[in-house]
């Protein structure tokens, strides 16, 4: 059984840092592409980060320069370093992965994925 769990998540002051856990179980991580959504009270999901093998990564614009987002093989566990955090990304972080992505640029719209974990919360105070 295919099974994404988060960790990490927490209280943080404006301008610190967090870093995101994603455990996969039943398959490697490597296979296709993982990706960190993340929606807030009343807005809808939205990506943040996705990463697939060789490097490939994407980010969205709103978190390019503070994110980065890793795979780590041996551990089948993809991670998201988050510095320089402000109140606007406080939301419930959410990671998927999509085992049968077979292009090459990782997307970070949510209807590519279909393996999602439960969530991990951030909460950023100004």
């Known amino acids: 059984q295919v099974q994404l769990v988060e960790s990490g998540g927490g209280s943080v002051q404006s301008g610190g840092s967090l870093r995101l856990s994603c455990a996969g179980s039943?398959?490697?991580?490597?296979?296709?592409?993982v990706a960190w959504f993340r929606q807030a009270p009343g807005k809808e999901r939205e990506g943040v980060a996705s990463?697939?093998?060789?490097?490939?990564?994407n980010y969205a614009e709103s978190v390019k320069g503070r994110f980065t987002i890793s795979l780590d093989n041996a551990k089948n566990t993809v991670y998201l370093q988050m510095n320089s955090l402000q109140a606007e990304d406080s939301a419930m972080y959410y990671c998927?992965?999509?085992?049968?992505?077979?292009?090459?640029?990782?997307?970070?719209?949510?209807?590519?994925?279909?393996?999602w974990g439960q969530g991990t919360q951030v909460t950023v105070s100004s």
């Open positions: 998927a992965a999509a085992p049968s992505f077979s292009g090459w640029y990782p997307p970070i719209s949510p209807e590519k994925y279909t393996v």
């Open positions: 039943g398959y490697s991580l490597s296979s296709g592409c």
């Open positions: 990463v697939a093998s060789f490097g490939r990564v």
